[in-house]
């Protein structure tokens, strides 16, 4: 079996931007409302919201299956398929 190192390190990659992005965002919304309210303690956070979880949910699952894929438990096309399915 072949692997192409090049379409993993990009699987890998991809998830990894878009947690570190979410966590980004998260922080500079957190900036944003500290800025706003001088002097007062910030206030309780709300639960997540269903869109927030439902990609908090998705990155982890992308993240396991990038994992299975890395270390040959999945094919090429078992992951595209599921990734696939998870993004759909």
Not at 53 to 76: C, E, F, K, P, S
Request: hydrophobic share 45%.
């Amino acid at each position: 079996m072949r692997r192409r190192p090049l379409l993993r390190a990009a699987a890998i990659g991809g998830v990894a931007y878009v947690g570190a992005k979410a966590g980004t965002n998260r922080a500079i919304q957190n900036q944003q409302q500290a800025a706003a309210a001088p002097g007062t303690p910030p206030a309780a956070t709300a639960p997540a919201s269903p869109a927030v979880a439902d990609t908090n949910d998705r990155i982890a699952q992308l993240q396991q299956l990038a994992n299975l894929h890395t270390q040959g438990v999945l094919t090429d096309e078992e992951f595209a398929a599921e990734k696939g399915r998870i993004l759909a």
